[in-house]
C-alpha cells in the first residue's frame, strides 16, 4: 500500500502559468514534508520542505501548502517556465531526524513555451 | 563544502553478472546513506540505509546486498544480476542535523 500518493502521473501547463503539483499521504504520522525535483538522467534536487507546524512555506517561484486534516499537500509554482518541465516527487517522513522518507511515484510537469 | 559521486553512471551488464555501484560523500563525517532505485513508471523505491560503518538496514528483500565499509563510503551489489533489476539506481545522503537529502547523478544500469 502506498503511503504517498501523487496521482496525477503527468500535468502540462502554458508558461506563465500556475503549475500545481498535489500529493496525498496516508500515514498520519507523516508531519515532515519534502519537494524534489528530477531532470532525466540526473538525481533529484531538492526544492522546498515544510514541518507539520506550518501551512504554507514559500520559496521565490515555490510555494507548498500542507493541509493536515486532509493528509494533502501541494505544489504551486508561479509563474512556470519551461525550466521546471521535470518530475516533481513529494517526500513525507515521521520527523526530520532520523527517519527515512517515504517518496511518492512522482508527476511529470510539461511547461509548453 | 559537501558533495557526492555516485560511479559509473550508466552500464550494462549480461543477466547472472555481478554488480558494483559505488557511492562516495566528501566534506562531512558519519552521514546517513542510502541507495535508493527509480524503476520506469514508478517512483523511488528505498532499498538499503545506513547509519554508520558496518551497519546496513534493507527495506525490501531482493537481489542487492549493500555494504558500508568506509563512514563515507556506500556500495550497492549483486552476486547474480536479473532482468527485473534494471533500473535508475541513486545514492543520497543526509546529515543528521539537516533536514534533507543530498542525491548523486544516478547509475542507469540496464540488464540484458
Known amino acids: 500500500d502506498q503511503q504517498v500518493k501523487q496521482n496525477s502521473p503527468s500535468l502540462s501547463v502554458q508558461e506563465g502559468r500556475i503549475s500545481i503539483l498535489n500529493c496525498d499521504y496516508t500515514n498520519s504520522m507523516f508531519d515532515y514534508f519534502l519537494w524534489y525535483k528530477k531532470y532525466p538522467a540526473e538525481g533529484p534536487t531538492f526544492l522546498i520542505s515544510?514541518?507539520?507546524?506550518?501551512d504554507k512555506n514559500e520559496d521565490g517561484r515555490f510555494t507548498v501548502f500542507l493541509n493536515k486534516s486532509a493528509k494533502h499537500l501541494s505544489l504551486h509554482i508561479v509563474p512556470s517556465q519551461p525550466g521546471d518541465s521535470a518530475v516533481y516527487f513529494c517526500?513525507?517522513?515521521?520527523?526530520?531526524?532520523?527517519?527515512?522518507?517515504?517518496f511518492g511515484p512522482g508527476t511529470r510537469l510539461s511547461v509548453l513555451p | 563544502s559537501q558533495t557526492i559521486h555516485q560511479w559509473p553512471a550508466t552500464l550494462v551488464q549480461p543477466v547472472g553478472s555481478p554488480l558494483s555501484l559505488e557511492c562516495t560523500v566528501e566534506g562531512t563525517s558519519n552521514p546517513n546513506l542510502y541507495w535508493y532505485r527509480q524503476a520506469a513508471g514508478r517512483g523511488l523505491q528505498l532499498l538499503f540505509y545506513s547509519v554508520g560503518i558496518g551497519q546496513i538496514s534493507s527495506e525490501v528483500p531482493q537481489n542487492l546486498s549493500a555494504s558500508r565499509p568506509q563512514d563515507r563510503q556506500f556500495i550497492l551489489s549483486s552476486k547474480k544480476l536479473l532482468l527485473s533489476d534494471s533500473g535508475f539506481y541513486l545514492c543520497?545522503?543526509?546529515?543528521?542535523?539537516?533536514?534533507?537529502?543530498?542525491f548523486g547523478s544516478g547509475t542507469r544500469l540496464t540488464v540484458v
Open positions: 543520497a545522503w543526509r546529515p543528521m542535523q539537516l533536514d534533507s537529502y543530498t
Open positions: 517526500a513525507a517522513s515521521e520527523n526530520n531526524y532520523g527517519q527515512n522518507f517515504v
Open positions: 515544510i514541518s507539520s507546524i506550518k
